[in-house]
Each structure stands twice: as structure tokens, then as C-alpha cells.
């Protein structure tokens, strides 16, 4: 059961982010070391080889993937104590590499071959005889032949009767040639491979299209192929049910009118079309129009509500509808379709996202939730401290979220927000994610204090299908990995990270990190400061970035985040926030919600939803191409803002496109970008 709307969420800027920095006076729970070849973790004597060198009592090796090993210390030691630990090992010459294992926390905020028979001249006994051509076929007929089962598939039939006259010869098939005028002709279908006299076409022709058609009878006798005189042409048009209007806005209010782009000929399906725009308050019909011009008014609107609008294109062959969002808060997530939003009502055209596409969220677990449940696959928990884990124990198969609660303040159920940002199912319920039809994966990295630096490598490697030693192998890796997670003093990117998302990125699965809250430079930031990821910062609804976000050096894009210091430029429902899943328990888990959250940790799934989206759509793709398509799609920051200044201040010797990355990011520019990129390599 849904309690409430938006019941009891804090504010994510506000909420406890505790600073984590492996250079500060944090203790450090251990190191992450790779050995050199020829050594083995445990040492002949039966200790953890390194252990005489750090000089202090070191825990069996846990194996990370890709060689990284995370030693635990035995007993807690100081920053002092943890830095000579390291340089003791450092001198260990069967170390490959080693570093500290810090510690984590939230972001602030959160052609098909036909076979032919060969004859050998040799075989032919009898005198060579000269194949007469068959006459033409006759009676030729042409149709529009639609298909309700493919309604905007272009299919012409033609039919005919054979040859009167074959000259001893027999039929093996017949040709179709097409003409656009009559008079230069080219083969369509250079042989039907079938006696019969009638085919349908669907390939090489043309919605509203007109061509002539006409018939070859193809003919064998002996050795000796023939084809007939051209039977007379026939023209036909096809014509289909039209195609999606194109809405120029999803969300109105009262005054406002539905417009939608002028739809050719072609897109009309051939035929006259006539259109019907509906507006929706909470999923229920409120008022509706007809034309056959781009707009019309609608009458029933009230002040200071938002309503939802589809538009339907008929025509005498069918209809087809703009994308259809039954879900009731829709209207409150302005970051999916207003002014500089990431305009996902456009992308969604083209695909609302496939179930192949895995998006793993590495974060505090997830929640059961209406809206998530069924776009789930199964994670893992990669917490190594049963003392923070709040489950009782380390690494496990169950990354279901246990709370982060403090005395101070309620479980910010920041995973399950993040989850429903991403893919939140479109099912009439609540909200919806940036892409509702893909899977989402949870993989616990944080618990009540945080989490380890080596466990976030491990659940990365994970995620991306690269085998972990002592857990059973993913059975569905990730596309996209969304990390809403950081530090909020300046930390720098460790080798096993930065190893990490590197080997993701190669086997074209994307990280997304969040840039930050702490209003400094994102190159400081860990892990979005790892590379090669893709660094996000947030913006609010006006376009411009959130006040509290990191900036500058290391941010790639920017995307909605949120800034509830525009709540009254806001829909009503969102206080300039991101509406997405939530839960009502404070300690442990409740009832599910919806809630507000705002952050460089919402920027990052929308980001994170756009890529799964590309994956969907195209998934011959890599990272990098990922990359170069949201790169040239980009939506301009508001005039004016700090945003566009920065980036007009762009030259050769300051080459950074804007404090703010490149743009803001562009579902719907992306998706028809996407259509037609050509593949890197």
C-alpha cells in the first residue's frame, strides 16, 4: 500500500554526509595491495605475506578481482600508525602496488545464400537448343496491402497470371521492377524463387510513396535461362496507420494550448489525418480536443494545477498516440520534461528502455517498493564490516537496505530514491524513472559508517561481470553503473579505483559518478575524479547549478538535481526537488513512498538512465561512444546564468568548456542522435 505523498523525507542537502579523506586523520580500516608474479597472498610461514614488512598483525587477504587483494588491519590504528604501515610495505619486494583502504560515504544530497544447381557442360548430351523467352504475364494487379498486426510498415501486393505461352521452358521464378516515373526501371526483387503468382513486398518502397510496378516471368530450359517481356505496370501507394504526433510539451496549465510538430505526408501514413489531445490531472481525463490543424484549446483547465497531455494521430488506416504517462505524479517530475530538463517524454519516442539493460546502483541497498520490484534483478552485498552492515555479517547475497538511521536523524533510503530516478516503473502508480523498462541491480557498498575503498572496487568489478574471488559470479553484469557516492573534503583517486572503472569502461559498461555537494572543485571528489567515468553535476529548474554543487575541473555534464530554493518556480508536488521511491521508516524498513531528494546523487541516475536508454536503443555501443553522443547533444544552460558565463569564457588557454561540463544532458537529442551514429572503430 502507497502512504502519503512525499511524507517525512528530509532534505538530502541537509542531511548528514560525513567527510571521508584518506589523507586526513580518519583511521584507515587497512590496504589494498597487488603482488608481484610468482607470490602468493599467504606466505609459506602461514601469514598474510607483507605482514613482517607492515609490521603489524594483518588479516587474511580478501580478493577484490582484477589482483587487487584488501588486507584488514587486526586492530584499529591511527592515521600515524596506518601512513607507516603503508611505507613499510612499500619496501616489501613482493608488493606490486599498495594503498590505504578509506573509508566512504553518500554525496551530500544525495544475405541469405540461395542454393543453385550446377550443370556441367560436359553432362549435355543432346543438341544445344536456344531458349525462346515465355511471353509476359498478364492480368497484373496492384494493392496497398496493410497489416494491422504491423500497422506503419509500408506492404504493397501484386498479383498476375502466368505466361500463355513458356516455349518448352519451365517457370522458376518471377522478377518485379519498380519505377518512380515509368520509365527507368530497376529490379525489386530480382526473383521470387516460387511459381506462384502473387508476392508481398515490404522492402524498397515507401510510406505515401507512388511507384509503378511491372512483372518478369523467369524461365529454364536445359542449361538456358530466360526472363519474359515486362508485363504491363500497375501503380500503387503505400499507405499505413500514421505515426506518433510529436508533442511539443508534455505538462500544461491552465491558458497553455497542446502543440505538436506538422507531421508530413509520410508521417500521416499517406492518408488524411485528424487529432485528439487529452489532458490528465492524476491519471484521470480532464478535458479534451479535436482538429486537424497543430493545436488546439482546451477549456476545463484550472489556475495552479498541472496536467499531463497525450496527443492521437488517426487516420482511415488506424491511430497512433504520443507517448501515453499514466503515472499521476509525472507532472511534479519537472526534471523529465520541462525547459532544461533532460526532456525524456522525447526520448521515449524511441524506446522507454529494454529489460536487457542492466543499470547496477552501487549504494546503500534498496528497499521493496511497487514501483521497483518488478524491474529488479539480484545483487549483492559487498559491506566487509558486520559492524557497520547492520545485517550481522560481511559480504553477502542479500543487498537489501538495512537503514542508515543515527540518533539524530531518520534512514535517508538514499538507494531506493537513486533506484526510482533510473527505472521506476511506468505503471499508474507514482512516478516513473528517466528509462521504466530496464532492470536495475542493487549492490550494497555503504552501510552505517560508510564503506570500505576495497569494497567499492570489488562490487565495481562485480557489477561489470569481472569475476571476484569467493562470490559467485554475476549472473547478469551491468550496462550502466551509477555511483552516488563521495567524499565531501578533497580526496584523490586511489590506483584500485581508478584500475576499477577503467576495466568497466573497456568492456562498454558506463560508470556515472556524482560530482559532489560540497561547493568545491569535482576534481577533488573521489570516486567521481577516478577516470574514466562520467562526472555529473546538478542544475536546478532554471537551468542554472545547484548551490551546493561541486563544479569546475572533472565535471563532464550537467543534469537535474535539484534546488528547493526554487520551489515557488517549481511544479506543485516538487518543491524545486526530485520526486522519486522512498520509504516511510525511520529506523528500519515501512511503508513505501514517494519522497524529495536533491543532489549531485539524483544528477548522477538521471545521467545513468539517459545512458541505459542509448543502450536500449543501440547496444552495439561502447562507453566511449556513449560519450561522444551526449557530448554533441548537450541542451544549453539558461542565459545569463554562472553556467552560460563560464562557458562563453571558453579559449585556447583556458580550453574548459564550463564550470558547469559541457551542457545539460539531452535524453531526447541523444535517443535521435543515437539512431544514426556510426560506431567508433
Given at each position: 500500500?502507497?502512504?502519503?505523498?512525499?511524507?517525512?523525507?528530509?532534505?538530502?542537502?541537509?542531511?548528514?554526509?560525513?567527510?571521508?579523506?584518506?589523507?586526513?586523520?580518519?583511521?584507515?580500516?587497512?590496504?589494498?595491495?597487488t603482488?608481484?608474479?610468482?607470490?602468493?597472498?599467504?606466505?609459506?610461514?602461514?601469514?598474510t605475506?607483507?605482514e613482517?614488512?607492515a609490521?603489524?598483525?594483518?588479516?587474511?587477504?580478501?580478493?577484490?578481482?582484477?589482483?587487487?587483494?584488501?588486507?584488514?588491519?587486526?586492530?584499529?590504528?591511527?592515521?600515524?600508525?596506518a601512513?607507516?604501515?603503508?611505507?613499510?610495505?612499500?619496501h616489501?619486494?613482493?608488493?606490486?602496488?599498495?594503498?590505504?583502504?578509506?573509508?566512504?560515504?553518500?554525496?551530500?544530497?544525495?544475405?541469405?545464400?540461395?542454393?543453385?544447381?550446377?550443370?556441367?557442360?560436359?553432362s549435355?548430351?543432346?543438341?544445344?537448343?536456344?531458349?525462346k523467352?515465355?511471353?509476359?504475364?498478364?492480368?497484373?494487379?496492384?494493392?496497398?496491402?496493410?497489416?494491422?498486426?504491423?500497422?506503419?510498415?509500408?506492404?504493397?501486393?501484386?498479383?498476375?497470371?502466368?505466361?500463355?505461352?513458356?516455349?518448352?521452358?519451365?517457370?522458376?521464378?518471377?522478377?518485379?521492377?519498380?519505377?518512380?516515373?515509368?520509365?527507368?526501371w530497376?529490379?525489386?526483387?530480382?526473383?521470387?524463387?516460387?511459381?506462384?503468382?502473387?508476392?508481398?513486398?515490404?522492402?524498397?518502397?515507401?510510406?505515401?510513396?507512388?511507384?509503378?510496378?511491372?512483372?518478369?516471368?523467369?524461365?529454364?530450359?536445359?542449361?538456358?535461362?530466360?526472363?519474359?517481356?515486362?508485363?504491363?505496370?500497375?501503380?500503387?501507394?503505400?499507405?499505413?496507420?500514421?505515426q506518433?504526433?510529436?508533442?511539443?510539451?508534455?505538462?500544461?496549465?491552465?491558458?497553455q494550448?497542446?502543440?505538436w510538430?506538422?507531421?508530413?505526408?509520410?508521417?500521416?501514413?499517406?492518408?488524411a489525418?485528424?487529432?485528439?489531445?487529452?489532458?490528465?490531472l492524476?491519471?484521470?481525463?480532464?478535458?479534451?480536443?479535436?482538429?486537424?490543424?497543430?493545436?488546439?484549446?482546451?477549456?476545463?483547465?484550472?489556475?495552479d494545477?498541472?496536467?499531463?497531455?497525450q496527443?492521437?494521430?488517426?487516420n482511415?488506416?488506424?491511430?497512433?498516440?504520443?507517448?501515453?504517462?499514466?503515472?499521476?505524479?509525472?507532472?511534479?517530475?519537472?526534471?523529465?520534461?520541462?525547459?532544461?530538463?533532460?526532456?525524456?517524454?522525447?526520448?521515449?519516442?524511441?524506446?522507454?528502455?529494454?529489460?536487457?539493460?542492466?543499470?547496477?546502483?552501487?549504494?546503500?541497498?534498496?528497499?521493496?517498493?511497487?514501483?521497483?520490484?518488478?524491474?529488479?534483478?539480484?545483487?549483492y552485498?559487498?559491506i566487509?564490516?558486520?559492524?557497520?552492515?547492520?545485517?550481522?555479517?560481511?559480504?553477502?547475497?542479500?543487498?537489501?537496505?538495512?537503514?542508515?538511521?543515527?540518533?539524530?536523524?531518520?534512514?535517508?533510503?538514499?538507494?531506493?530514491?537513486?533506484?526510482?530516478?533510473?527505472?521506476?516503473?511506468?505503471?499508474?502508480?507514482?512516478?516513473?524513472?528517466?528509462?521504466?523498462?530496464?532492470?536495475?541491480?542493487?549492490?550494497?557498498?555503504?552501510?552505517t559508517?560508510?564503506?570500505?575503498?576495497?569494497?567499492?572496487?570489488?562490487?565495481?568489478?562485480?557489477?561489470?561481470?569481472?569475476?571476484?574471488?569467493?562470490?559467485?559470479?554475476?549472473?547478469?553484469?551491468?550496462?550502466?553503473?551509477?555511483?552516488?557516492?563521495?567524499?565531501?573534503t578533497?580526496?584523490?583517486?586511489?590506483?584500485?579505483?581508478?584500475?576499477?572503472?577503467?576495466?568497466?569502461?573497456?568492456?562498454?559498461?558506463?560508470?556515472?559518478?556524482?560530482?559532489?555537494?560540497?561547493?568545491?572543485?569535482?576534481?577533488?571528489?573521489?570516486?567521481?575524479?577516478?577516470?574514466?567515468?562520467?562526472?555529473?553535476?546538478?542544475?536546478?529548474?532554471?537551468?542554472?547549478?545547484?548551490?551546493?554543487?561541486n563544479?569546475?575541473?572533472?565535471?563532464?555534464?550537467?543534469?537535474?538535481?535539484g534546488?528547493?530554493?526554487?520551489?515557488?518556480?517549481?511544479?506543485?508536488?516538487?518543491?524545486?526537488?526530485?520526486?522519486?521511491?522512498?520509504?516511510?521508516?525511520?529506523?528500519e524498513?515501512?511503508?513505501p513512498?514517494?519522497?524529495?531528494?536533491?543532489?549531485?546523487?539524483?544528477?548522477?541516475?538521471?545521467?545513468?538512465?539517459v545512458?541505459?536508454?542509448?543502450?536500449?536503443?543501440?547496444?552495439?555501443?561502447?562507453?566511449?561512444?556513449?560519450?561522444?553522443?551526449?557530448?554533441?547533444?548537450?541542451?544549453?544552460?539558461?542565459?545569463?546564468?554562472?553556467?552560460?558565463?563560464?562557458?562563453?569564457?571558453?579559449?585556447?588557454?583556458?580550453?574548459?568548456?564550463?564550470?558547469?561540463?559541457?551542457?545539460?544532458?539531452?535524453?531526447?537529442?541523444?535517443?535521435?542522435?543515437?539512431?544514426?551514429?556510426?560506431?567508433?572503430?
Amino acid at each position: 500500500m502507497i502512504v502519503g505523498l512525499f511524507a517525512g523525507v528530509p532534505n538530502a542537502a541537509s542531511a548528514s554526509v560525513r567527510p571521508v579523506n584518506t589523507e586526513s586523520s580518519a583511521k584507515s580500516v587497512g590496504v589494498i595491495v597487488t603482488y608481484k608474479p610468482g607470490y602468493e597472498p599467504i606466505a609459506p610461514n602461514g601469514e598474510t605475506t607483507g605482514e613482517n614488512f607492515a609490521g603489524v598483525a594483518l588479516a587474511e587477504p580478501r580478493d577484490l578481482g582484477m589482483g587487487y587483494k584488501a588486507l584488514n588491519f587486526e586492530t584499529a590504528l591511527t592515521h600515524a600508525q596506518a601512513q607507516r604501515v603503508l611505507l613499510g610495505l612499500q619496501h616489501d619486494p613482493r608488493i606490486e602496488t599498495v594503498q590505504l583502504d578509506a573509508q566512504l560515504q553518500f554525496s551530500a544530497a544525495s544475405a541469405s545464400a540461395s542454393a543453385r544447381a550446377s550443370i556441367s557442360p560436359s553432362s549435355i548430351v543432346r543438341p544445344f537448343e536456344a531458349l525462346k523467352p515465355a511471353s509476359a504475364p498478364t492480368m497484373v494487379k496492384g494493392i496497398n496491402y496493410f497489416d494491422a498486426k504491423a500497422p506503419r510498415t509500408p506492404r504493397i501486393r501484386i498479383s498476375w497470371k502466368a505466361p500463355t505461352t513458356l516455349n518448352k521452358a519451365k517457370i522458376f521464378g518471377y522478377r518485379i521492377e519498380t519505377s518512380a516515373d515509368g520509365k527507368a526501371w530497376k529490379s525489386l526483387v530480382a526473383n521470387t524463387g516460387k511459381t506462384s503468382t502473387a508476392v508481398s513486398i515490404t522492402s524498397g518502397i515507401s510510406i505515401a510513396q507512388s511507384a509503378f510496378y511491372r512483372v518478369r516471368a523467369l524461365t529454364v530450359l536445359g542449361a538456358s535461362k530466360a526472363a519474359s517481356a515486362p508485363s504491363v505496370a500497375v501503380s500503387i501507394t503505400p499507405k499505413v496507420a500514421p505515426q506518433p504526433p510529436n508533442l511539443e510539451k508534455t505538462v500544461l496549465t491552465k491558458g497553455q494550448a497542446p502543440a505538436w510538430g506538422e507531421q508530413s505526408l509520410a508521417e500521416r501514413g499517406g492518408l488524411a489525418v485528424s487529432y485528439e489531445a487529452i489532458a490528465t490531472l492524476d491519471g484521470e481525463e480532464v478535458d479534451s480536443c479535436t482538429t486537424s490543424a497543430k493545436t488546439c484549446q482546451f477549456t476545463k483547465l484550472q489556475r495552479d494545477y498541472h496536467y499531463v497531455v497525450q496527443v492521437i494521430a488517426r487516420n482511415a488506416l488506424g491511430q497512433a498516440g504520443s507517448v501515453r504517462i499514466p503515472d499521476p505524479y509525472f507532472s511534479s517530475q519537472w526534471h523529465l520534461y520541462s525547459q532544461y530538463s533532460i526532456h525524456a517524454d522525447q526520448a521515449w519516442r524511441f524506446t522507454k528502455g529494454k529489460p536487457s539493460v542492466v543499470v547496477a546502483v552501487l549504494d546503500g541497498g534498496i528497499s521493496a517498493h511497487p514501483d521497483l520490484n518488478a524491474n529488479l534483478v539480484d545483487g549483492y552485498d559487498f559491506i566487509s564490516d558486520a559492524a557497520f552492515s547492520r545485517d550481522g555479517d560481511g559480504w553477502d547475497s542479500n543487498p537489501q537496505d538495512e537503514g542508515d538511521f543515527t540518533n539524530d536523524e531518520a534512514s535517508s533510503w538514499h538507494g531506493t530514491h537513486v533506484a526510482g530516478i533510473i527505472a521506476a516503473r511506468s505503471n499508474s502508480i507514482g512516478g516513473v524513472g528517466v528509462a521504466p523498462g530496464v532492470k536495475v541491480q542493487p549492490i550494497r557498498v555503504l552501510g552505517t559508517n560508510g564503506g570500505a575503498s576495497s569494497d567499492l572496487i570489488a562490487a565495481i568489478h562485480w557489477a561489470a561481470g569481472i569475476k571476484v574471488g569467493g562470490v559467485p559470479n554475476n549472473p547478469t553484469p551491468a550496462r550502466v553503473i551509477n555511483l552516488s557516492i563521495g567524499t565531501d573534503t578533497p580526496t584523490s583517486c586511489d590506483a584500485g579505483t581508478q584500475a576499477a572503472v577503467r576495466a568497466a569502461w573497456d568492456r562498454g559498461v558506463t560508470p556515472v559518478t556524482a560530482a559532489g555537494n560540497s561547493t568545491f572543485e569535482a576534481a577533488g571528489s573521489y570516486p567521481g575524479n577516478c577516470y574514466p567515468t562520467i562526472n555529473v553535476t546538478a542544475t536546478g529548474i532554471t537551468g542554472n547549478i545547484a548551490p551546493y554543487a561541486n563544479f569546475g575541473d572533472g565535471v563532464d555534464f550537467s543534469a537535474p538535481g535539484g534546488d528547493a530554493e526554487l520551489a515557488a518556480q517549481s511544479p506543485d508536488g516538487s518543491e524545486g526537488m526530485i520526486v522519486s521511491t522512498f520509504n516511510l521508516g525511520e529506523t528500519e524498513e515501512g511503508e513505501p513512498s514517494y519522497g524529495l531528494q536533491e543532489g549531485t546523487s539524483m544528477a548522477a541516475p538521471v545521467v545513468a538512465g539517459v545512458v541505459a536508454l542509448i543502450y536500449s536503443a543501440r547496444p552495439d555501443l561502447g562507453s566511449q561512444d556513449v560519450y561522444k553522443i551526449l557530448l554533441a547533444t548537450v541542451g544549453e544552460f539558461k542565459e545569463g546564468s554562472y553556467c552560460a558565463i563560464t562557458a562563453s569564457r571558453y579559449s585556447d588557454e583556458d580550453p574548459s568548456p564550463s564550470h558547469c561540463g559541457a551542457g545539460i544532458i539531452d535524453a531526447g537529442r541523444a535517443l535521435l542522435y543515437a539512431t544514426s551514429y556510426k560506431k567508433s572503430g
